[in-house]
């Protein structure tokens, strides 16, 4: 129960920091050239939304392949390639295959990555709020709801 509260602690953890790296959507974006989803009228006169272009994006896991955490990111990609209709392609690179612990850090900073399974030390370094993931023994295991209220 434990790895499993902290494997999806995890994975909340790197959709935030998925999302503070991701651009703000301001109108110099628009500018720039980024496309508005296309909207197209249905049969009983209301909008749709489509997305204009498929969303391609990577997902660096710090663990070789065939590991959990490799195996869940695979599950993860299929999962959202099903759900958006084929709208949404996650490439999954196992440790490694673009670098170390810090290389895939580096490039989650840098954009070039958009998910990474990395550890909650080198995370906390540029997020602080990841460090309370070090603190797990520190909660006690009677009356937890009352103690986080």
């Known amino acids: 129960m434990k790895k499993k509260l902290m494997l999806i602690t995890v994975i909340l ?3 935030l920091l998925a999302i503070g790296c991701g651009s703000s959507g301001t109108e110099g974006d628009k500018e720039a050239g980024k496309q508005e989803p296309a909207k197209e009228s249905t049969e009983s ?4 939304t489509e997305p204009a272009e498929k969303i391609e994006a990577k997902f660096v ?3 070789i392949e065939g590991d959990f955490m490799t195996v869940w990111a695979e599950k993860f990609a299929d999962d959202m390639r099903e759900t958006s209709e084929g709208n949404l392609d996650i490439e999954v690179y196992p440790y490694g295959t673009l670098g170390d ?3 895939i850090n580096e490039l989650a900073q840098l954009g070039v990555v958009e998910y990474v399974f990395s550890d909650f ?3 906390s370094s540029f997020v602080p709020e990841a ?3 070090a603190l797990h023994y520190m ?3 009677e009356n937890t709801p009352e103690v986080l209220d």
């Open 45 to 48: 006169g209301k909008e749709s």
């Open 13 to 15: 953890l790197v959709g």
């Open 61 to 63: 896991s710090e663990e």
């Open 121 to 123: 030390a080198w995370i």
């Open 131 to 133: 460090q309370v993931l």
């Open 101 to 103: 612990t810090r290389d």
């Open 139 to 141: 909660w006690p295991k």
